[in-house]
């Protein structure tokens, strides 16, 4: 019985000073803009690896500290084999410290590939439904969120699986 009891009060307070770090949390509510950049190695079915900088333009929602929600346009590819993703995530908050946080999302992007040589040796362009999730830490003020991560893009367009893990830094800033 004194088990429980300990488990109780321990469990309980640590929901006790989530909750209060939460309130300390400067996550911005409502409407936000993104912009976001960073490396982004594409890996394709035949294992050739090519790096870009990858570009982010966006938007989202958030409804409370913890929840939120984000479009945004992807620019994941280079010239030689160009890819674009076109996401809507759900974005979860989890608060740390005053000001820091970490952030996860996940959700579905539509996807537009480019690669040479795909069709008798002209380029092709495949379109497909893929995963999109990421992970990262979060520093926030008031009206302004940066982000540290990394995104993950299951680009299988068209039945070619091909896939990105797209390293960046992100500035939301809200309105």
Known sequence: MNKFISTVVIVGSILASTSAFAGDQDIPLGTYGLLGFG?????????????????????????????????????????????????????GHIPLIKG????????????????????????????????????????????EIYRFGIDHYDLAAGGFPMSTNFLNFTMVVAE
């Open 100 to 143: 820091y946080g970490i952030y996860l999302k996940s959700g579905e992007g539509y996807n537009i590939v480019t690669i040479p040589g795909i069709n008798a040796g002209s380029a092709g362009t495949l379109t497909g439904l893929g995963l999109v999730s990421g992970a990262g830490i979060e520093i926030t003020s008031h009206t």
């Open 39 to 91: 490396r982004s190695p594409l890996i394709d079915a035949y294992g050739t690896k090519t790096s870009y900088l990858g570009i982010a333009f966006g938007a989202g929602y958030n409804f409370n500290p913890y929840i939120g929600v984000e479009g945004s346009i992807n620019s994941l590819g280079e010239p030689s084999t160009e890819a674009m993703s076109l996401s809507l995530v759900a974005v």
